[in-house]
């Protein structure tokens, strides 16, 4: 996000001050909120639909399992053997561009498998995207670039081979499945880490699963229960 609004304010600083704008956002953090303020001569209008309440879609089973980092590639791709026999499409995000390449590599030997990352140039990205999208390339592999503003019909798995930043990120991310009333799955491969962030993720997605009915597995109850000490 900090990222972005570095290239917008570089963007508006080369156009002419007597401009009409307007600024379009799903989400109202900080930065979006100094970059209206910024740009707009008048105080901007926040309209809100729903609640801003960080809440994950109950249509979304959530699956979330606790492993060493030797056995993640592993679990992942029993995972993926499972779900994805009967061509359906999985939506895989990896933290390093290196480890999308790689998953995707290992994958192709039974499946259409593709990655997708900010390496890439654009109109190669709109390509994998385009086959993804219409079924042609069955699993795709990620980085963030597919967190948010990605939106594929019948979507019914999403992976988080690693884990994201920040609750926020880890909501955007499941909810690429189970739209438009439909139901999904979301499976998370969670580190055994006490590091302060992975703890504090832990309890926001113990907390997210409760309230959305779902239960805990005992191993996230336990790293949750360290981010409350």
Known sequence: MLQAGKQIRRVVS???PDRQTLLWSAT???EIQRLARDFCQQEPVKVTIGSEELTTNPKIKQLVHVVDEGEK???FLQFVQKVARGG???LVFCAKKRDCDSLARDLQAD???ESIHGGKEQD?????LADFKSGRTTILVATDVAQRGLDVKELNYVVNYDIPKNLE???HRIGRTARAGATGTALTLFPQSYAPDVVRLAYGIWQAMQKAGQQPPPALRELAAAGRR
């Open 14 to 16: 080369q156009i002419r």
């Open 28 to 30: 109202w953090p900080r």
């Open 73 to 75: 590639r592993k679990v």
């Open 88 to 90: 359906e499409r999985v």
């Open 111 to 113: 499946f259409r498998a």
């Open 124 to 128: 190669r990205r709109d390509r994998i």
């Open 169 to 171: 990120d880890y909501i």
